[in-house]
């Protein structure tokens, strides 16, 4: 079994994504390294994507400049942040999820 760098926390908010495919979809799971996504536009391993999260109303939206596919498995994919700047904007989210 593979262990993570980083514990995966539960959430369930819109994504949308592009770059080497675009689309729309459902993100679960995230963690300051990554997440996962529920969506029905397929990716493939390698797929290099920019973000947007919608945290809900009166929030913006958190913008990650690049992730790359990990995983895929029919509809869900896992994803890892590349982006520098993905770490604070991850944290904040994670932080007002679970106070």
């Keep these: 079994m593979i262990q993570r760098e980083a514990y995966r926390f539960p959430v369930k908010l819109p994504v949308t994504f592009?770059?080497?495919?675009d689309g729309t979809g459902v993100l679960y799971d995230v963690s300051?390294?990554?997440?996962r996504i529920v969506s029905r536009t397929p990716l493939r391993v390698g797929h290099?994507?920019?973000?947007?999260?919608?945290?809900?109303a009166g929030r913006s939206p958190i913008a990650i400049a690049t992730a790359e596919v990990r995983?895929?498995?029919?509809l869900?994919?896992?994803?890892?942040?590349?982006?520098?700047?993905?770490e604070e904007p991850i944290r904040?989210?994670?932080a007002a999820r679970t106070s």
Aim: net charge neutral; hydrophobic share 50%; glycine share 12%.
């Design 48 to 56: 290099a994507l920019s973000l947007l999260i919608y945290q809900g």
């Design 92 to 94: 904040e989210l994670i």
């Design 32 to 35: 300051v390294k990554g997440c």
């Design 71 to 74: 995983w895929a498995v029919a």
């Design 76 to 86: 869900q994919c896992g994803l890892v942040f590349r982006s520098l700047d993905a």
């Design 18 to 21: 592009s770059g080497e495919r």
